[in-house]
């Protein structure tokens, strides 16, 4: 266990960046990327995973991974879950799934 605990998405993704994980990756089907490259699923590692779940609304259901790839860079990835997840491809599927139980 790391020893952080947030309330919200927001906080989360603040306290985050205040530790440094200040690049924003988004979901492509087979990479992570983010402007400066692009990383598939065997370059980057999962530090950290923090899930929310919405009180009323499945839509606010959320994950967020703190990443870092293997040239160094550390950042954020926000996904879904459940009806509302981005649907990545198989390998990068399973490294995320893997963290999500």
Known sequence: MNG?????VTEAIRGLKERGFTIDFNLT??????SEAGFGADQFEIMEIYRFEG???????????????VTGLKGV???G??????????ELARKLKVHKS
Do not use: H, K, R, W
């Open 55 to 69: 009180n009323s609304d499945p839509a606010d259901e959320a994950i967020v991974y703190a990443i870092q790839s």
């Open 29 to 34: 089907p087979n990479a992570i990327v983010c």
């Open 77 to 79: 990835l926000v996904n």
């Open 4 to 8: 952080f605990t947030y309330d919200t």
């Open 81 to 90: 879950y459940g009806e509302t997840a981005e649907a990545p491809g198989d």
